[in-house]
């Protein structure tokens, strides 16, 4: 294995960032096996719900899909929850954030967002305000987000629905991660300006 000859970023040359991007960039080629790994950890039965979240992932992403949605929101139907193990407090948070170098700002803030207008469905049986999501009715992508939860989310939970399988998705996922809007540790520096 290499390594740097630094332990201070500010000690670093150009032949080690050279070496940093390299080996990152060959890291990086199996981030979408590891995506749907975590995915796949979604199928634990945390008890009350009909189906795991995987299941009910790969039931939006199905809808979506059918629903004629193009591949980027089919795939962010898929990776909606997948904080839901890590961040079930802002789970849409970790999702939105694994997918922004990837999809448009529309999807992005659709995802970001999908938390809190899913609450729509619920919020007033646990103390909650329902209409919360209204304090961004004027965004562009207010109906999109409320479109995306009414018909990929908040309708996926049936245990007898005809769900398409990982497999069909995986091409999708492949596709759409090929499409990165940054390069090397660009992401990283670019991600957080932001």
């Known amino acids: ?64 899909h059918r629903d004629g949605a193009d591949e980027e929101l089919v795939v962010a139907a898929l990776l909606h929850d997948l904080g839901d193990i890590l961040s079930p407090y802002n789970h849409s948070d970790l999702a939105s954030a694994i997918l922004k170098p990837f999809v448009s700002e529309k999807t992005h803030w659709i995802v970001k967002h999908h938390g809190l207008f899913q609450g729509y469905y619920y919020d007033h049986f646990l103390g909650g305000d329902r209409n919360a999501r209204d304090r961004f009715k004027d965004h562009p992508y207010y109906d999109a987000c409320a ?48």
């Not at 991660?177 to 990283?188: N, T, V």
Request: charged share 30%; hydrophobic share 35%; aromatic share 14%.
């Open 147 to 194: 479109y995306f939860c009414q018909n990929y989310d908040q309708n996926a939970f049936d245990p007898d629905y005809d769900t398409l399988p990982l497999d069909f998705f995986e091409p999708m996922v492949r596709r759409v991660f090929a499409q990165s809007k940054y390069g090397h540790m660009e992401l990283a520096s670019t991600a957080a300006a932001e």
């Open 1 to 64: 294995m290499e390594y740097v000859n630094w332990t201070k970023m500010e000690d670093g040359t150009q032949e080690d960032w050279d070496l940093l991007c390299r080996l990152e960039e060959k890291f990086n080629a199996d981030l979408v096996d590891r995506v749907l790994d975590q995915l796949k950890s979604l199928d634990v039965d945390w008890g009350g719900y009909r189906v795991t979240r995987y299941q009910h992932s790969l039931q939006s992403a199905t809808r979506a």
